[in-house]
C-alpha cells in the first residue's frame, strides 16, 4: 500500500490498526442472498467504513461519502478503486441503520474485548470515596 499512496500516517494509519483487532466479519448479521430487489453492497466494507466514520472523527454519513469520495487514501483502504464503486448515501444510510438495529457497535466491541483479553485477568480496584462518619 504504501507503494501506491506513500507512507500511511495519523489517523490513517490508527484506522488500520484498529481494523487489524477488530473481527468485523464475525459480529456481522447474517443476511441471506435470495432476496428480492437489489443484491446487498457487501457489509463488512460499510462496517469497516463506519470504523473510519468514528476513528477519523467524521460527523456525518454525507461528511463521510464526501470524503470517500475526495480522498483516494481512504478510498484505497476501504476497497474502492474507483469513484464509480462508492456506494450512494442512501446505502451508507440503510447499512448504519442496520448496524445500530443489530446492536453491532456493543457488539463489535465485546467481540474486541473477547480477543484482546482472550487469556488474560481483567482485574479493578475501586474505592469508596464517600467521607466517613459524615
Not at 507512507?7 to 459480529?27: F, I, N, Q
Not at 473510519?52 to 478503486?81: F, H, N, Q
Not at 469513484?83 to 453491532?104: G, H, K, M, N, Q
Request: glycine share 6%; with cysteine; aromatic share 6%.
Amino acid at each position: 500500500m504504501d507503494a501506491v499512496l506513500g507512507p500511511v500516517t495519523g489517523r490513517y494509519k490508527k484506522h488500520l490498526l484498529a481494523l487489524e483487532m477488530l473481527p468485523v466479519e464475525r459480529v456481522l448479521p447474517c443476511v441471506p442472498n435470495c432476496m428480492p430487489g437489489r443484491p446487498l453492497k457487501h457489509r463488512a466494507t460499510l462496517l469497516r467504513a463506519f470504523l473510519a466514520k468514528m476513528v477519523i472523527y467524521i460527523s456525518t454519513t454525507t461528511a463521510l461519502v464526501e470524503r470517500v469520495l475526495s480522498d483516494p487514501t481512504l478510498r484505497c483502504l476501504r476497497g474502492w478503486e474507483g469513484l464509480r464503486d462508492v456506494p450512494s448515501e442512501a446505502t451508507f444510510s440503510r447499512a448504519f441503520r442496520e448496524f445500530a438495529e443489530a446492536d453491532l457497535p456493543p457488539r463489535l466491541h465485546a467481540a474486541l474485548l473477547e480477543e484482546g483479553y482472550a487469556n488474560q485477568s481483567v482485574g479493578h480496584f475501586s474505592r469508596d470515596a464517600t467521607a466517613k462518619g459524615a
